[in-house]
T-cell receptor, first 113, second 116 residues
Framework: DGGITQSPKYLFRKEGQNVTLSCEQNLNHDAMYWYRQDPGQGLRLIYYSQIVNDFQKGDIAEGYSVSREKKESFPLTVTSAQKNPTAFYLC????????????FGPGTRLTVL | AQKVTQAQTEISVVEKEDVTLDCVYETRDTTYYLFWYKQPPSGELVFLIRRNSFDEQNEISGRYSWNFQKSTSSFNFTITASQVVDSAVYFCALSETTGGSYIPTFGRGTSLIVHP
């Protein structure tokens, strides 16, 4: 079945460690996105990519990095520079036009110990 | 700049009640798209509806209906005869067509709790 997978579902990290969240899609979508969700804050855009080997910063990119080497994959690295990384992270993809809806993965809940 | 406001942080109803979730948006674009998504407790957002700025027809899908009014910049969502399974966080989103980025802006969401 087509869809988006994110792994792991739960992730624990010690302060000062980098951690990479996986996002894979088999929908043949050009665009992929990473969002951060905190209670009462809605979804905030971290990074997005509209095509392979290209990506753009979103509203809260500081302390995060991404890569887009393959159309199907858009991993997110939470670096030690991110001051408050504990959150729920959602990956999404879409056909690259604003009138198309986004498809979301199940999310990864990151907790920094 | 674009902005989406969902003023209702949390709504609590009893099963079978009707409930309306409000969404107000701001944009300078004449062409734009509005969306509603549902986020159940499992966490994955699910697309519900899309509406473009030139189509003000109301939409009904089963117990769900949407009222789009450009005059008041609102795109409200009504659930008729609510059920416990409707308990979720609902997000409204706006996407503009100018600028080329096609990146939607989400509201902060409304948490709907339906009690049996």
């Amino acid at each position: 079945d087509g869809g988006i997978t994110q792994s792991p579902k739960y992730l624990f990290r010690k302060e000062g460690q980098n951690v990479t969240l996986s996002c894979e899609q088999n929908l043949n979508h050009d665009a992929m996105y990473w969002y951060r969700q905190d209670p009462g804050q809605g979804l905030r855009l971290i990074y997005y990519s509209q095509i392979v080997n290209d990506f753009q910063k979103g509203d809260i990119a500081e302390g995060y990095s991404v890569s887009r080497e393959k159309k199907e994959s858009f991993p997110l690295t939470v670096t030690s520079a991110q001051k408050n990384p504990t959150a729920f992270y959602l990956c999404a993809s879409s056909v690259e036009r604003s009138y198309n809806e986004q498809f979301f993965g199940p999310g990864t809940r990151l907790t920094v110990l | 700049a674009q902005k989406v406001t969902q003023a209702q942080t949390e709504i609590s109803v009893v099963e079978k009640e009707d409930v309306t979730l409000d969404c107000v948006y701001e944009t300078r674009d004449t062409t734009y798209y509005l969306f509603w998504y549902k986020q159940p407790p499992s966490g994955e957002l699910v697309f519900l509806i899309r509406r473009n700025s030139f189509d003000e027809q109301n939409e009904i899908s089963g117990r769900y209906s949407w009222n789009f009014q450009k005059s008041t910049s609102s795109f409200n969502f009504t659930i008729t005869a609510s059920q416990v399974v409707d308990s979720a966080v609902y997000f409204c989103a706006l996407s503009e067509t100018t600028g080329g980025s096609y990146i939607p802006t989400f509201g902060r969401g409304t948490s709907l709790i339906v009690h049996p």
